[in-house]
């Protein structure tokens, strides 16, 4: 009787692999080469903000997404004017977004 190991019984069966979020899960050349060790029948890749696109099959936008209650909420950052003809105003130098917050030279 041949022993297999695990992974070759996954091997065998040709898996569909299913990637949420790949530019963190497969960003390496590393973490490509063990999913394809898999050797899989295909490989589904989900996110919203791909790094590297194959064979895109289906676009989601963030108001769709929103109106499909797909993601808690929307945020936009702006500024809005009505009728300050002769009023002072704002003028954006440089806008930086590092980390989880936003921030703007005026």
Not at 13 to 23: G, K, L, N, R
Not at 40 to 55: D, F, G, I
Not at 94 to 104: D, F, L
């Amino acid at each position: 009787m041949i022993q297999l190991k695990p992974l070759q019984f996954i091997q065998d069966t040709h898996p569909i692999v299913i990637i949420d979020e790949p530019q963190s899960a497969a960003s390496t050349k590393k973490a490509n080469d063990a999913i394809d060790t898999l050797n899989p029948l295909c490989t589904l890749r989900y996110s919203a903000t791909h790094k590297e696109k194959y064979n895109l099959m289906y676009r989601l936008d963030v108001v769709d997404a929103y109106e499909r209650q797909l993601v808690k909420q929307i945020e936009v950052a702006s500024v809005m004017t009505k009728d300050n003809h002769n009023d002072a105003y704002l003028k954006l130098i440089s806008v930086s977004n590092k980390g989880a917050s936003i921030s703007a030279r005026i």
